[in-house]
């Protein structure tokens, strides 16, 4: 499920950054007197009575400026503004209500957004000011005094802000639906894909890169089963993202990520494989994501009978980091392999879900303690007393043992692969949390 967004949003100089690093927990956003500092939206993860939100900083916005980066500034804050669930419309105290506090309250009025009026550099505890009551004359309903600095008032505005966060983007009866999202770098036909299983012009499809702002939804089902999928922009390198828009996508892509079940990871199979495959692939493997690497566009490579063994080889060196995802050559344009794509989709969401008994994983970590020992360390030896699974979703195992410096990264390797071994687990990865007897975190 993706997470709800919360805009912040107001004129330059105002505290907006401040108030953002407040509220996520950590120093992001670059804070400074001077007017103008943020421009691009800077977003970061907040939660608020165990519910979980992302949270994004904008630039100041001049409504009336015609200067190049200012204006920019502006777009980029409308644009936080379209995808955001609610506003929080940052003020003043000290300058009051300005001319350009009107004419944004104007602004986000005719967004239809939930809006939460925050008035800051209120820095004294108590009664509120009375300057406050003045901004009761941007119509935005009550205005909540907040010390970005110090502060005060903080919970308060997360209580308004939380009232209107929405419940879930998909209804209870979604429980069957599979969201896959299609990953990959530009123009390596993502959206021609989604265009020929969902037998529609759902995405504009061209060969010039980039033509993809959003992520695209687009609902389907079939003899396979339901699918939501998910058509994301093409993710590049951070030196090429340039257009302001393009820095929006990058986003949104990220974000269909996040609430996606399954990656396809596309890659065009005449580029081969590049560095920026590796960094997309490296996005769906940080968020734990069932992966399947499609290698699109098939059908126009040269073959011969060695071909696609040869292929399958170098990119298992170059995926190296994932192991575990299975890989399969496509065309989006025929529809070569398509129905052999959704076997693999609910194989790998399948193993991403899949639960073991603990009674079946302390059998399997007997039986790989008596065949590897455990490392020792100046005469002390690693005792793993027992393991369980704590999640799906990537699969997370427990294990607790007499000394967690001693449990080193190269032997929780080794239990993994005694895991797949008997399990399986292709397409997802696998986690390992390590607690010493006694530990109650």
């Not at 009051?96 to 820095?123: F, H, R, W, Y």
């Not at 093409?234 to 990220?254: F, M, P, T």
């Not at 040869?310 to 392999?337: C, E, V």
């Not at 704590?390 to 449990?407: D, G, H, I, R, Y």
Request: aromatic share 8%; proline share 4%; hydrophobic share 40%.
């Amino acid at each position: 499920m993706a997470k709800p967004v919360v805009a912040v949003v107001g004129r330059p100089n105002v505290g907006k950054s401040t108030l953002f690093n407040k509220l996520i927990g950590q120093r992001l956003s670059i804070v400074d007197d001077t007017p103008g500092v943020t421009r691009d939206r800077i977003y970061g993860d907040a939660e608020w009575l165990n519910r979980k939100f992302m949270l994004i900083d904008t630039g100041g916005i001049e409504p009336e400026s015609d200067d190049v980066i200012l204006s920019g500034m502006r777009n980029q804050a409308n644009l936080a503004i379209e995808t955001a669930n609610v506003i929080i419309f940052v003020t003043d105290l000290k300058s009051g209500v300005t001319a350009a506090d009107m004419e944004i309250a104007s602004m986000l009025q005719k967004s239809g957004k939930p809006i939460v009026l925050c008035v800051n550099k209120c820095d004294t505890i108590g009664e509120p000011p009375i300057e406050i009551y003045e901004f009761y004359n941007l119509g935005l309903g009550e205005p909540i005094g907040v010390s970005s600095v110090h502060g005060h008032g903080t919970g308060d505005l997360l209580d308004a802000v939380f009232e209107h966060l929405p419940e879930s983007e998909f209804s209870e009866d979604d429980d069957e639906i599979i969201n896959v999202a299609v990953i990959g770098k530009p123009n390596a036909g993502k959206s021609s894909l989604v265009n020929q299983i969902s037998g529609e012009e759902r995405s504009i499809v061209s060969d010039i890169a980039g033509t993809t702002r959003d992520a695209i939804d687009t609902q389907i089902t079939n003899k396979y089963g339901k699918y939501n999928l998910i058509d994301t922009a093409g993710l590049r390198r951070k030196s090429r993202v340039e257009d302001k828009i393009e820095k929006y996508s990058v986003l949104r892509a990220k974000m269909a990520i996040e609430r996606a079940d399954v990656c396809v990871i596309m890659l065009d199979a005449v580029d081969g494989f590049t560095e920026q495959d590796s960094k997309v692939a490296g996005l769906a493997l940080e968020q734990g994501k069932a992966c399947i690497i499609a290698v699109n566009k098939w059908d126009i490579v040269e073959k011969d009978g060695k071909t696609m063994d040869n292929y399958r080889k170098s990119l298992m060196k170059d995926f190296s980091f994932m192991p575990f995802a299975p890989i399969i050559f496509i065309s989006a344009k025929t529809g070569q392999r398509i129905d052999r794509l959704f076997d693999l989709i609910n194989y790998v969401h399948a193993q991403n879900t899949m639960r073991i008994s603990t009674g079946k994983l302390n059998d399997i970590l007997a039986d790989a303690t008596a065949r590897v020992q455990p490392p020792t360390d100046k005469g002390k030896r690693l005792r793993i007393y027992y393991m369980t699974q704590a999640s799906t979703k990537p699969p997370t195992f427990v294990c607790f043992c007499n000394n967690a410096e001693l449990f080193h990264f190269s032997y929780q390797r080794y239990l993994e692969n005694q895991i797949r071994s008997t399990f399986g687990l292709e397409g997802t990865p696998v986690r390992f949390v390590i607690r010493e007897r006694g530990d109650k975190k």
